[in-house]
C-alpha cells in the first residue's frame, strides 16, 4: 500500500528539487546518517530533532509531523 506523506516531508523534498539538493548533499549539512535523513524526510522515522535540523538547513517553516 502506498505511504501517504506528511506536509512536512512534502515541503523537504520540494525545497531539495527547488535547491538542486540530494540526499547525499542533505546529509553532509546535517550530520545524521544517510539512511537515517532518509528516513525521516520519507516518513518512516519519527525524530523531531533530525526534522528541525533539516528544516532549519532548508529554510522549511512548515511544522513536522510524523505520516
Given at each position: 500500500m502506498k505511504r501517504l506523506l506528511s506536509e512536512w516531508c512534502r515541503e523537504t523534498k520540494k525545497a531539495m528539487i527547488d535547491q538542486d539538493m540530494t540526499m547525499n548533499d542533505l546529509v553532509s549539512e546535517v550530520g545524521?546518517?544517510?539512511?537515517?535523513?532518509?528516513?525521516?524526510?520519507?516518513?518512516?522515522?519519527?525524530?523531531?530533532?533530525?526534522?528541525?535540523?533539516?528544516?532549519?538547513?532548508?529554510h522549511i517553516t512548515v511544522p513536522y509531523t510524523c505520516a
Open positions: 545524521y546518517s544517510r539512511a537515517y535523513v532518509s528516513g525521516v524526510v520519507n516518513g518512516r522515522i519519527n525524530h523531531p530533532d533530525v526534522a528541525e535540523a533539516i528544516s532549519k538547513y532548508l
